[in-house]
């Protein structure tokens, strides 16, 4: 019944026609976006996990993918840029860490975007090894009094407000003295400085502290205890997309296949053997997320099985994407300025033109994926340690 009416929600709202966000230029999609993002509100179909009581609509986890699952599927956002952070990310968290006070506070105002938020947490000397944050933040006279620098802050330029992990204690091991602060970015002490990527365009952002403030009781759990914090705020991060990523690849992959495959004439064998890889690890995904799912639905914790998935997705886009140009070959190389619409994030938006330029721009993403939301290193550490349960390296 839910997802008959979600499909009926679609059907009345979209245009004839209508293949995916991605054939909109850049600022139909912002237009896009923000009407559709009203839409869902309207309709209690922004923060559908939340409780009632918190302007959410109190539904299972089942509803939850299943409005994921036939929104991707319809090619259109679950919100606006930004509710990455501030609805699966700080939202949950809020739910799951807060007090009651916080929740009463930030969760209506991350609904009514009075509120916009983005994540401080990777540093220049701490990107993946999250435990080695050095912005340390001070309680001063009932203040928190913010130092330090954080980097690869996504969509920190559209954001009013920052979820920011701190070392509040240096006497404790790594991973104790760290706190999880909720503080504004429109403030003296907040530098926001755009970082242009190999794309050319300006999506991250680092942030200076120079005694930024927040209030004493802007944290969210244990003082020196945001650790287990942060490591929920991630989780949700990933959430849904074990849901929802192979249907994404799997439009990627038949606009490759198009692409490579000529049906009036044979194809490279070696490039079909490829297609065929790409193809069955797109499976591979499917069965991997339809696991973590049945975790989720039954209230288990996904665990390093989020790494697993993390992985694996992240090794196929760069995988595609040289296929995709060695499929181009030359025509990559002059593909002019083409490239892929909008946001495009991890994967390229339904609609997205099948052209050389795409392609090209979508390889040249693509070199960071194995970096972003923790390298492959880490996460091949994390499923050897806790899935495998192979001892650690020596420190």
């Given at each position: 019944m839910f997802r008959a009416r979600v499909r009926s929600l679609l059907a009345e709202n979209l245009p004839a026609g209508w293949s995916g966000i991605g054939a909109l230029s850049d600022r139909e999609q912002e237009e896009f976006r923000t009407r559709w993002r009203g839409l869902l509100h309207e309709n209690g179909l922004l923060a559908v996990g939340w409780p009632i009581e918190y302007g959410g609509s109190g539904l299972s986890p089942r509803e939850q993918l299943i409005l994921a699952e036939e929104c991707t599927t319809a090619g259109v956002p679950q919100g606006g840029l930004n509710d990455n952070f501030g609805v699966q990310m700080l939202g949950s968290t809020l739910l799951r860490w807060g007090t009651e006070e916080q929740r009463r506070y930030y969760l209506p105002r991350i609904l009514s975007q009075q509120d916009i938020w983005c994540q401080g947490f990777s540093e220049p000397e701490a990107g993946s090894d999250l435990a080695g944050i050095r912005t340390r933040a001070e309680l001063v006279e009932g203040r928190w009094v913010i130092n330090g620098q954080k980097i690869w802050t996504s969509y920190g330029h559209l954001a009013t407000h920052i979820f920011v992990l701190c070392r509040t204690d240096s006497s404790v091991p790594p991973h104790r003295g760290i706190s999880l602060l909720l503080c504004a970015l429109d403030q003296p002490g907040i530098d926001l400085r755009p970082l242009r990527t190999l794309t050319g365009e300006a999506e991250f952002n680092e942030v200076f502290f120079t005694d930024a403030e927040c209030p004493a009781d802007a944290v969210v759990g244990p003082v020196n205890g945001g650790w287990p914090v942060a490591m929920s705020l991630l989780g949700f991060e990933r959430g849904e997309a074990?849901?929802?990523?192979?249907?994404?690849?799997?439009?990627?992959?038949?606009?490759?296949?198009?692409?490579?495959?000529?049906?009036?004439?044979?194809?490279?064998?070696?490039?079909?053997?490829?297609?065929?890889?790409?193809?069955?690890?797109?499976?591979?995904?499917?069965?991997?997320?339809?696991?973590?799912?049945?975790?989720?639905?039954?209230?288990?914790?996904?665990?390093?099985?989020?790494?697993?998935?993390?992985?694996?997705?992240?090794?196929?886009?760069?995988?595609?994407?040289?296929?995709?140009?060695?499929?181009?070959?030359?025509?990559?190389?002059?593909?002019?300025?083409?490239?892929?619409?909008?946001?495009?994030?991890?994967?390229?938006?339904?609609?997205?033109?099948?052209?050389?330029?795409?392609?090209?721009?979508?390889?040249?993403?693509?070199?960071?994926?194995?970096?972003?939301?923790?390298?492959?290193?880490?996460?091949?550490?994390?499923?050897a340690e806790r899935m495998l349960g192979l001892p650690r390296e020596p420190r």
């Open positions: 074990v849901a929802t990523l192979a249907i994404r690849f799997r439009k990627d992959w038949e606009r490759l296949h198009h692409l490579a495959v000529d049906p009036e004439g044979p194809t490279d064998p070696v490039i079909v053997e490829r297609l065929g890889r790409s193809r069955q690890r797109v499976e591979e995904l499917r069965c991997l997320g339809l696991r973590a799912v049945d975790s989720w639905v039954a209230g288990r914790d996904i665990g390093a099985e989020s790494s697993l998935h993390k992985l694996f997705w992240s090794e196929w886009i760069q995988e595609t994407t040289e296929l995709a140009l060695d499929v181009l070959g030359m025509e990559a190389v002059t593909a002019g300025s083409d490239g892929l619409r909008g946001v495009s994030f991890p994967a390229a938006e339904a609609g997205t033109p099948n052209t050389a330029g795409t392609w090209a721009d979508y390889f040249l993403r693509a070199r960071a994926a194995t970096i972003y939301a923790g390298s492959s290193e880490i996460q091949r550490n994390i499923i």
